[in-house]
Protein backbone atom coordinates (compact mmCIF):
# COMPACT_ATOMS: atom_id res chain seq x y z
CA UNK A 1 0.00 0.00 0.00
CA UNK A 2 1.56 3.18 -1.27
CA UNK A 3 1.05 6.35 1.15
CA UNK A 4 2.16 10.12 0.51
CA UNK A 5 2.02 12.22 3.67
CA UNK A 6 2.98 16.34 2.41
CA UNK A 7 3.65 18.52 5.12
CA UNK A 8 5.19 21.94 5.91
CA UNK A 9 2.51 24.17 3.58
CA UNK A 10 1.39 27.72 4.72
CA UNK A 11 0.80 31.01 4.88
CA UNK A 12 4.48 32.79 4.08
CA UNK A 13 4.95 36.76 2.47
CA UNK A 14 6.24 37.13 -0.71
CA UNK A 15 9.59 36.86 -0.26
CA UNK A 16 9.30 34.28 2.46
CA UNK A 17 10.54 30.52 2.26
CA UNK A 18 8.43 27.44 3.46
CA UNK A 19 10.31 23.91 3.37
CA UNK A 20 7.97 20.77 2.21
CA UNK A 21 8.12 17.36 3.43
CA UNK A 22 6.75 14.20 2.13
CA UNK A 23 6.88 11.30 3.92
CA UNK A 24 6.71 7.52 1.49
CA UNK A 25 5.46 4.74 2.27
CA UNK A 26 5.02 1.35 0.03
CA UNK A 27 8.09 1.43 -2.35
CA UNK A 28 11.80 0.73 -2.12
CA UNK A 29 12.55 4.78 -1.34
CA UNK A 30 15.87 4.90 -2.17
CA UNK A 31 15.64 3.40 -5.99
CA UNK A 32 12.88 5.81 -7.30
CA UNK A 33 13.19 8.75 -8.71
CA UNK A 34 10.75 11.52 -6.68
CA UNK A 35 8.47 14.28 -7.33
CA UNK A 36 7.40 17.60 -6.54
CA UNK A 37 4.15 18.60 -8.40
CA UNK A 38 1.48 21.65 -7.91
CA UNK A 39 -1.41 22.79 -8.73
CA UNK A 40 -2.85 26.14 -8.65
CA UNK A 41 -6.70 27.12 -9.02
CA UNK A 42 -8.23 26.92 -11.97
CA UNK A 43 -4.89 25.15 -13.41
CA UNK A 44 -3.75 21.86 -14.23
CA UNK A 45 -1.30 20.28 -11.86
CA UNK A 46 2.40 20.86 -12.55
CA UNK A 47 5.44 19.15 -11.82
CA UNK A 48 8.00 21.86 -10.29
CA UNK A 49 10.91 19.26 -9.21
CA UNK A 50 12.33 16.10 -9.40
CA UNK A 51 15.21 13.70 -7.59
CA UNK A 52 16.75 10.79 -9.10
CA UNK A 53 17.76 7.45 -6.97
CA UNK A 54 21.24 8.97 -7.69
CA UNK A 55 19.91 12.78 -6.32
CA UNK A 56 20.44 14.42 -9.78
CA UNK A 57 17.70 17.37 -9.63
CA UNK A 58 15.69 19.08 -12.48
CA UNK A 59 13.53 22.40 -11.72
CA UNK A 60 10.73 23.84 -13.69
CA UNK A 61 11.95 27.22 -15.33
CA UNK A 62 9.40 28.79 -12.85
CA UNK A 63 10.96 27.84 -9.77
CA UNK A 64 14.95 27.44 -10.76
CA UNK A 65 17.08 29.12 -8.38
CA UNK A 66 14.65 29.31 -5.73
CA UNK A 67 13.61 25.83 -4.96
CA UNK A 68 15.69 23.13 -4.18
CA UNK A 69 14.31 19.34 -3.93
CA UNK A 70 16.80 17.11 -1.43
CA UNK A 71 15.84 13.60 -0.26
CA UNK A 72 16.68 11.68 3.01
CA UNK A 73 16.93 7.95 2.09
CA UNK A 74 16.94 6.99 5.45
CA UNK A 75 13.98 8.64 6.49
CA UNK A 76 11.91 7.64 3.17
CA UNK A 77 11.43 11.49 2.87
CA UNK A 78 11.88 14.03 0.02
CA UNK A 79 11.91 17.31 0.90
CA UNK A 80 11.08 21.37 -1.18
CA UNK A 81 13.24 23.80 0.41
CA UNK A 82 11.05 27.21 -1.23
CA UNK A 83 13.05 30.51 -1.11
CA UNK A 84 11.64 33.92 -2.75
CA UNK A 85 8.25 33.01 -2.51
CA UNK A 86 6.34 34.52 -5.62
CA UNK A 87 2.37 35.07 -4.85
CA UNK A 88 2.36 32.69 -8.33
CA UNK A 89 3.94 30.06 -6.37
CA UNK A 90 0.24 29.90 -4.45
CA UNK A 91 -0.96 26.09 -4.85
CA UNK A 92 -1.28 22.93 -3.41
CA UNK A 93 1.82 20.95 -3.75
CA UNK A 94 2.15 16.83 -3.72
CA UNK A 95 5.21 14.87 -4.28
CA UNK A 96 4.89 11.46 -6.33
CA UNK A 97 7.42 8.67 -7.62
CA UNK A 98 7.81 10.48 -11.27
CA UNK A 99 9.07 8.16 -14.50
CA UNK A 100 11.59 9.23 -16.68
CA UNK A 101 9.42 10.79 -18.70
CA UNK A 102 8.00 13.01 -15.92
CA UNK A 103 4.69 11.58 -15.48
CA UNK A 104 3.22 10.44 -11.48
CA UNK A 105 3.41 6.57 -10.86
CA UNK A 106 1.02 6.86 -8.32
CA UNK A 107 -2.13 7.50 -6.59
CA UNK A 108 -2.03 11.43 -4.85
CA UNK A 109 -1.48 12.23 -1.13
CA UNK A 110 -3.64 14.69 0.07
CA UNK A 111 -1.41 17.33 -0.56
CA UNK A 112 -0.50 20.79 1.47
CA UNK A 113 -1.53 24.16 0.68
CA UNK A 114 1.47 27.08 0.09
CA UNK A 115 -0.24 30.57 0.13
CA UNK A 116 2.32 33.04 -0.37
CA UNK A 117 0.15 36.80 0.27
CA UNK A 118 1.12 40.23 1.99
Known amino acids: QVQLVESGGGLVQPGGSLRLSCAVS????????MGWYRQAPGKERELVATITSTSSQNYADSVKGRFTISRDNAKNTVYLQMNSLKPEDTAVYYC????????????WGQGTQVTVSS
Open 26 to 33: GYIFSAIT
Open 96 to 107: NPTSRGGHPLSS
